[in-house]
């Protein structure tokens, strides 16, 4: 079975910006969840979807967005980026959602704003 | 809110024994798990606990205290490939929180 797999996994962008980053979950999860990493910060969570609707969503601005399709995949958008959203920006899925299985990591996106 | 503290570093020789505490105060508890994650690459599934007391797999081990808001990871014979940082994980009312990361270096 295919893991998770998250496009692009290198990202180069200016200030001001708009970027969309995309996740395939493992066949069969409808369960997506999205996460920031940073040096300082760790692991913040950042939103998840389970069958095309947002359960959760952690304390980012407005300018993080995200959806899910009917086939499980998501993107996640960020408009008007700033230097501070340089990370590596990591998707994981799972059978069940809100955390209640065994989530399963992405590589992740590196996203670099200058 | 929730609230999760680990050690920032840890060292040990190969073939040695390294514990990894975690505690966490946040808003409702629906399990705890520990990830391993080596530099450059997502995090891996390690152990996942609910219920007090302590769950064993092979070389790793995890322990769980609900009422002092406790768990470690328990490493046994190090090995070199072991060094990597270690997350624990809390699921709260409704989402997963992860600690800061324990990096744990193992030296020959």
């Known amino acids: 079975k295919a893991g998770v797999t998250q496009t692009p996994r290198y990202l180069i962008k200016t200030r001001g910006q708009q970027v969309t980053l995309s996740c395939s979950p493992i066949?069969?999860?409808?369960?997506v969840s999205w996460y920031q990493q940073t040096p300082g910060q760790g692991l913040q969570f950042l939103f998840e979807?389970?069958?095309?609707?947002?359960?959760n969503k952690g304390n980012f601005p407005g300018r993080f967005s995200g959806r899910q399709f009917s086939n499980s995949r998501s993107e996640m958008n960020v408009s008007t980026l700033e230097l501070g959203d340089s990370a590596l920006y990591l998707c994981a899925s799972s059978s069940m959602p809100e955390g209640t299985y065994e989530q399963y990591f992405g590589p992740g996106t590196r996203l670099t704003v200058t | 809110g929730q609230n999760i503290d680990q050690p920032t570093e840890m060292t040990a020789t190969e073939g040695a024994i390294v514990q990894i505490n975690c505690t966490y105060q946040?808003?409702?508890?629906?399990?705890l798990f520990w990830y391993q994650q080596h530099a450059g690459e997502a995090p891996t599934f390690l152990s996942y606990n609910v219920l007090d007391g302590l769950e064993e797999k092979g070389r790793f081990s995890s322990f769980l205290s609900r009422s002092k808001g406790y768990s470690y990871l328990l490493l046994k014979e190090l090995q070199m490939k072991d060094s990597a940082s270690y997350l624990c994980a809390v699921k709260g009312d409704y989402k997963l929180s992860f600690g800061a990361g324990t990096t744990v270096t193992v030296r020959a």
């Open positions: 066949s069969g999860h409808r369960s």
């Open positions: 946040t808003s409702g508890f629906n399990g």
């Open positions: 979807y389970f069958s095309e609707t947002q359960r």
